[in-house]
Structures are given as C-alpha cells and as structure tokens.
C-alpha cells in the first residue's frame, strides 16, 4: 500500500556551534588596516567597517606583526620577511626580531595576549595571571636553524 510520501524534510539550521576552543586568530582589513578578529578555519573575513573581503592567508603561514616606525599603525607580514612596507606612509620598516609582536592565550583565562617577541612571559592584563612563553619562542628558534 503506498505510502503518502512527506513533503523533503528541510534540515533545521545547525545550532551555532564555536570552535571547542575558541581560537580566534588576528588580520589586517585590505580595506581600512583595522584590526579584524575571525575564527579559525575560516576563509576570508568581510570587515564590519568598510565591507571589504579579505582573504585567510592560508594554515600554516606564521604570521608576525609589526608597528610601523612612520606611523604606528600595526602592521602585518607573513614571518621571516625581512622589510615590510607601510600602506599607510610607505615607510619599509626593518623586521628585526626586537619589533616582532608575538600572541599567546592566558594560561588561566585565555584571553588572547601580546607580547613583544622575545619575551619570557606575559601578565593578563585581565586576571594578572603570569603566563611563561619562553618555551615555545626557543622551539621556534631552533625551526628556523635546521
Ligand atoms: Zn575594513
Ligand atoms: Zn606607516
Ligand atoms: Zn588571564
């Protein structure tokens, strides 16, 4: 006997889940230079500011920051670049270790913090917690040598 067949079932939107861990990674608007937030995974981040889409470098690529020497606006730069150039006053900023802009989560409240690179730890500014990096800068010390 046939069965009335029920009109194609319309999946319920998936509830919104965030990564498990919440890691969120920085990049720069191609658009404005704001400072953009997206989650990890994604591909590309349209900017809230002046809608422009700005592609993900892709996993893998370490990106480092800088503040430029001209203008101090934050700049950033796929790691072991040795210049960067400025696109707000073109000045070619050096990129010595010493202005390097490392990030680590807090080891207690994982706020996402930065550091100067080179650092041995970084306090919260939230929760004060003293969180030690010097560990994983060596390793990536040693990446570079072999
Ligand atoms: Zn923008
Ligand atoms: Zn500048
Ligand atoms: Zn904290």
Known sequence: MPVPLAPYPTPAPAPYTPPANGAQSQLVCSGCRNLLLYPVGATSVCCAVCNAVTAVPPPGTEMAQLVCGGCHT????????????????????????????????????????????????????????????GASASTTEQKFNS
């Open 74 to 133: 934050l700049l950033m730069y796929i790691r072991g670049a040795t210049s960067v150039q400025c696109s707000c006053c073109h000045t070619v900023n050096l990129a010595l270790e010493a202005n390097q802009v490392a990030h680590v989560n807090c080891g207690n409240c994982r706020m996402l913090l930065m550091y100067q690179y080179g650092a041995r730890s970084v306090k919260c500014a939230v929760c004060n917690f003293v969180t030690s990096v």
